[in-house]
């Protein structure tokens, strides 16, 4: 949904740079959580990470 406007006006750097700025970190990170989930790099650092039981009995 978000990306349908995107496609109905030409790309400028002005147009790129206004809409980066009218838009909150705040409001930007839940909804990256919510669709697009962890990054490859939070994937691997969860899958090698050791547990809290692996810890105990090293």
Same mark, same amino acid.
Do not use: C, N, Y
């Given at each position: 949904?978000?990306?349908? =406007?995107?496609?109905? #006006?030409?790309?400028?750097? %002005? /147009?790129?740079?206004?809409?980066?700025?009218? /838009?909150? #970190?705040? +409001? /930007?990170? =839940?909804?990256?959580? #919510?669709?697009?989930? +962890?990054?490859?790099?939070? !994937?691997?650092?969860?899958?090698?990470?050791? %547990?809290? /039981? +692996?810890? !105990?009995?090293?």
């Amino acid at each position: 949904m978000l990306a349908i =406007p995107a496609f109905l #006006t030409e790309l400028t750097p %002005s /147009v790129i740079r206004e809409a980066m700025t009218s /838009v909150r #970190t705040l +409001d /930007v990170e =839940p909804w990256v959580k #919510t669709h697009l989930g +962890d990054s490859m790099l939070a !994937k691997r650092r969860q899958a090698f990470r050791p %547990s809290a /039981v +692996d810890m !105990k009995t090293a």
